[in-house]
């Protein structure tokens, strides 16, 4: 199961408000105003050419509910960063990430007051960048790509408001994705937990065998296809919008309907709990109390494991998640971004590429209270993710997610929770049985291009 930073409404909000409101990025008007969505800004943060200018003066940097547990290192973070650079003040806001999140994020995009340095993820990226209010980091320093993981500097990369791929953002921290799964109940099932399935069809599979042997009494994963849209069809290689991002393509993929004819099986035969289908809890609870067999997909799930049913743990081990058709697995990076409208952005993008240089990247995810992973080539490298002591199952999660980094990208398709919930909204009526697997995805694919309409 796939953890989403933000709430499908807030998601949807940013992405509709921002389109709406954005004007884009421009070099400037007869006057010599520059302007960066809608707001006026110094001519060097836009256009073509390198940013230039002295590293000094005062900036914000804006992080997520972050501040009560890791207070001490981004303190650190900051004391070392102005240090470094004498006159330099950065001033630390810890928003607290709740349900407003995100109409305080357009409302600062549109105010002209973004924070001069900020944590966003992928979707917040995606808008932002479409209004033109980040920074072309591509463009305006053209080696901010050499540190981070190829891949992953590759694959983040966002669309302006011509349509043309940019680069806003630097990959931060990533969570992974591996399978997580009690091996008794998979030899129950006759699953050999040694062997993963290396296709999404072929977890299926699995997962039929586990309903079977469970008879009702536990389960294979939970129905809601909340957790696996897109992120099963990414895998799968199943293209879920065009090029251009304009217009819904996965009904044109006949394993579409094959991926929903199982799910709607799947369902009907007991793999999934049936009150599940609606719900947007993970597997975490049951899970725990040994009724379901495969957990989060996310590694800090082990952990949660560890710490709230050790007996269950001592039967937990992790796999590789079917890489499939795509061949590497994905992820959702968190990302940081430095604001187009930033009045000292110099200043602020040297402080973000500290932030997420090397150093402090592998300094940060040592931490033993977080379970993430670093995006630069260097930090995987480390010992510490490449030589992890012990076989229990967090140690093989860390090391196995480690080796994934080094090829893995972004997710592939970035969706408004609009049309993730379009979307999901068939394939459970499918799933009810209440209409075909091949209606369903074709009403999904009708309904998802009349959001995108909407949205220009």
Same mark, same amino acid.
């Given at each position: ?24 990025? #421009? ?28 590293? /000094? ?10 501040? /009560? ?31 407003? &999140? ?20 992928? +979707? *917040?990226?995606?808008? =932002? ?16 790509? /050499? ?11 966002? %669309? ?20 997580? @799964? ?14 993963? +399935? ?8 699995? @997962? ?9 009494? @536990? @389960?294979?994963?939970? !129905?809601? +296809? ?13 293209? *879920? ?23 709607? %099986? ?9 009150? #599940?289908?609606?719900? $947007? ?16 997909? $996310? ?9 709230? #049913? ?12 079917? &890489?499939?058709? =795509? ?19 110099? *200043? ?25 992973? +670093?995006?630069? *080539? ?8 490449? %030589?992890?002591?012990? $076989? ?37 009526? !499918? ?12 009403? !999904? ?7 995108? %309409?909407?949205?220009?």
């Amino acid at each position: 199961m796939r953890a989403r930073r933000l709430t499908g409404s807030i998601v949807g909000i940013i992405a509709l408000t921002l389109t709406a409101a954005g004007c884009g990025l #421009s070099g400037g008007s007869d006057d010599g105003d520059a302007t960066a969505g809608g707001c006026k800004v110094d001519k060097g943060n836009v256009g073509s050419g390198k940013l230039t200018g002295d590293v /000094k003066g005062s900036i914000t940097f804006q992080t997520t509910n972050l501040k /009560k547990d890791f207070g001490d290192f981004f303190n650190g973070v900051i004391k070392d960063f102005e240090t470094a650079h004498p006159g330099t003040k950065v001033k630390w806001i810890d928003d607290p990430g709740d349900a407003t &999140f995100g109409q305080r994020t357009v409302a600062d995009a549109q105010a002209c007051t973004l924070p001069d340095v900020l944590n966003v993820d992928s +979707p *917040t990226a995606t808008s =932002l960048t479409k209004a033109g209010y980040l920074l072309n980091l591509g463009v305006k320093d053209p080696d901010a790509a /050499k540190p981070f993981v190829p891949a992953f500097w590759k694959s983040s990369t966002m %669309k302006d408001s011509s349509g043309a791929s940019v680069h806003t953002v630097l990959p931060w921290y990533t969570g992974g994705i591996v399978l997580t @799964y009690n091996t008794d109940l998979l030899k129950k099932a006759g699953v050999d937990p040694e062997k993963p +399935p290396t296709t999404v069809f072929g977890l299926f599979a699995d @997962y039929e065998k586990v309903a079977k042997a469970a008879d009702g009494k @536990y @389960y294979a994963t939970m !129905a809601n +296809p909340v957790w696996r849209i897109p992120a099963d069809w990414d895998q799968m290689n199943i293209k *879920t919008l065009s090029a251009d991002g304009k217009s819904a393509v996965f009904a044109d993929d006949p394993r579409t309907v094959q991926w929903v004819e199982w799910m709607t %099986k799947l369902y009907k035969e007991g793999a999934m709990p049936k009150d #599940s289908l609606s719900s $947007n809890n993970d597997p975490s609870t049951l899970y725990s109390q040994g009724k379901v067999a495969y957990g989060s997909t $996310n590694p800090s799930f082990v952990r949660f494991v560890q710490q709230n #049913s050790p007996s269950v743990y001592t039967k937990t081990a992790v796999g590789q998640q079917p &890489f499939d058709a =795509l061949g590497h697995t994905t992820g959702a990076p968190q990302y940081i971004a430095t604001a187009a409208t930033s009045k000292n952005a110099p *200043t602020a993008l040297a402080f973000a590429e500290f932030l997420t240089n090397a150093e402090n990247q592998t300094a940060w995810c040592k931490d033993p209270k977080v379970v993430i992973f +670093p995006t630069t *080539t260097t930090s995987l490298d480390d010992p510490f993710f490449q %030589k992890v002591s012990g $076989n229990d199952p967090f140690s093989e999660a860390r090391k196995l997610v480690a080796e994934q980094l080094k090829t893995a990208t972004a997710y592939q398709t970035n969706i408004s929770s609009a049309m993730l919930n379009a979307i999901v909204a068939q394939v459970q009526l !499918a799933m009810q049985g209440k209409k075909s697997a091949a209606d369903a995805v074709k009403d !999904a694919q009708e309904k998802a291009n009349e959001l995108l %309409k909407q949205a220009g």
